[in-house]
């Protein structure tokens, strides 16, 4: 089911001209080095757009990535001012969902582009990874929940 629904991302939508021009603008942005930690995540976002069936995006945080303080200050500056960017970017991209909702066989798609719509909008410190190791994560996160809601009890 995931390979069908990468196929119809491609073929009648072009998702692969989304996947190569968000990938291409993370490379300019990374080339800048100025924007270094903005043109990283769209990198990565470009990875998942390229099969966003089979792929997730995750915070570095959540695979335990460390980062050090000078590249995370660095980073939440330069997230302030890609702010108005990203929310161009955003934009587009809802655009772009309203679009795909119009056909039946596009709502799954805008279902996956609704779900890593943050990413656009703020791509600093975001990683592509398989579907399994994101539910993965989810399920570690869900037990962690239990076991603080047992303890409380």
């Known amino acids: 089911m995931r390979t069908l629904g990468n196929i119809l991302w491609h073929f009648p939508f072009l998702g692969f ?39 997730a995006m995750v915070s570095r ?6 980062q050090g303080d000078a590249w995370k200050a660095y980073s939440t500056v330069i997230t302030v001012l890609y702010i108005p960017f990203g929310l161009v970017l955003a934009v587009i991209c809802v655009l772009q969902i309203f679009g795909l909702l119009i056909s039946i066989t596009g709502i799954p798609l805008a279902l996956v582009l609704a779900r890593s719509l943050g990413t656009f909008f703020n791509p600093v410190g975001k990683k592509c990874v398989p579907q399994v190791v994101a539910a993965e ?4 996160a869900a037990a962690g929940e239990v076991g603080r809601h047992l303890a409380a009890g």
């Open 17 to 55: 001209a989304q996947a190569a021009l968000t990938w291409l603008l993370g490379l300019v942005l990374t080339v800048t080095v100025i924007a270094a930690p903005i043109g990283r995540g769209l990198m990565e976002y470009g990875k998942f757009l390229f099969a966003p069936f089979s792929r």
């Open 137 to 140: 994560l989810e399920r570690r």
């Open 61 to 66: 945080s959540a695979l335990g990535e460390r």
